[in-house]
C-alpha cells in the first residue's frame, strides 16, 4: 500500500490531536506512565484513524497554514483532556480542602503522578478517582471521544473558541462547588470542633486550645472521613459518568 503525501498530512494532524489529549487528560498525563507508551499509542491510534475518517477537501497549501492547522488540532486535544479531567480535579481539589481544615495540609509528600506535593487526603481522593475512572473504562472513554470529534469537528474546519470557551468556563466554576460539596462534612464537623475550642479557651484560658487542635482535628476527620467513605465512592462514579456529557456537550459549541 502506498501512502500518499495528503494521508501523511492527515496522519500528522490526527497525532497533533491525540497528543493534545495525552497532555491532561486523567490516567495519561500521569509522569509515571512510560513516554515510550504514550507515543506508541499515539502512533498506532493515529495510524488506524487516518484510513477511517474522510480526508479533508483542502488541506493547508503552505508551510505556516499547516503549522497553524496542527496548533488548533493540539488545542482540540488539550481541550477534551482538560474536560475530562475537570471531575478529577474537582475530585482531588476537595481532598485538599479536607486536608486544609483536618490540619494535614503540613504533613504533605510529594505526587510522582504530577510532580507536585499533596497532603494524605488529597493523594486518596486522586488516587480512588483515578482508579474508579479506570473500572469506568473512563481511558476508552477519552480515546472514542477523540475518535468522534472528527465526525464533529473535521481535519481543517474551522473552529468556534467563543461559545466553547463560555461552556469551559463554566464547567470549571462546578470544580469548586463539587468540591465543597464533597468536603462539607468534614468541613462543618471541624467548624463545630473549632467553635467548641474557643467556647474551651474562653472558660479555660490556661488550655492550650491551638496545640490541642493539632491532635484532635486530624483524628476527627479521619474518623468522619471513614464514615462517609462508602457515599464518596457512589458519588464519585455518578461524576465520573457525566464526563462523556460534558464532552459531547463542549465539542458541540466549538463546532461553527
Known amino acids: 500500500m502506498i501512502i500518499t503525501y495528503d494521508q501523511l498530512s492527515v496522519f500528522l494532524l490526527i497525532f497533533s490531536r491525540f497528543s493534545g489529549m495525552m497532555v491532561l487528560a486523567p490516567f495519561f498525563s500521569m509522569k509515571t506512565l512510560n513516554g515510550l507508551a504514550k ?19 483542502a488541506l493547508p497549501n503552505s508551510l505556516i497554514a499547516y503549522v497553524m492547522a496542527m496548533i488548533i488540532e493540539i488545542i482540540i486535544g488539550v481541550i477534551i483532556g482538560f474536560v475530562s479531567s475537570l471531575m478529577v480535579s ?23 503522578t504530577s510532580g507536585k ?16 475512572f479506570l473500572l469506568l473504562n473512563g481511558h476508552h472513554m477519552v480515546i472514542s471521544a477523540v475518535f468522534d470529534s472528527f465526525s464533529l469537528m473535521p481535519i ?5 473558541f467563543s461559545q466553547g470557551s463560555y461552556y469551559i468556563i463554566f464547567l ?12 462539607s462534612p468534614i468541613i462543618l464537623v471541624i467548624f463545630i470542633v473549632d467553635f467548641s475550642f474557643g ?7 490556661q ?26 465512592v457512589v458519588i464519585t462514579i455518578r461524576l465520573l459518568e457525566g464526563v462523556l456529557d460534558d464532552l459531547i456537550k463542549a465539542l458541540g459549541f466549538f463546532i461553527t
Open 39 to 57: 507515543v506508541s499509542l499515539i502512533f498506532w491510534s493515529s495510524l488506524l484513524v487516518v484510513f477511517i475518517i474522510p480526508l479533508p477537501q
Open 90 to 112: 474537582a475530585i482531588e481539589f476537595s481532598g485538599s480542602l479536607m486536608d486544609t481544615q483536618a490540619g494535614l495540609s503540613s504533613a504533605s509528600v510529594l505526587d510522582p
Open 117 to 132: 506535593n499533596a497532603a494524605l487526603l488529597e493523594l486518596f481522593m486522586k488516587y480512588l478517582s483515578v482508579l474508579l
Open 156 to 160: 481543517g474546519q474551522p473552529i468556534n
Open 172 to 183: 470549571g466554576a462546578d470544580i469548586f462547588r463539587i468540591a465543597l460539596q464533597l468536603a
Open 199 to 205: 467556647i474551651l479557651n474562653k472558660v479555660a484560658e
Open 207 to 232: 488550655v492550650n486550645v491551638f496545640q490541642l487542635g493539632f491532635q484532635v482535628k486530624p483524628i476527627v476527620s479521619i474518623f468522619i472521613f471513614l464514615g462517609i467513605a462508602p457515599g464518596f
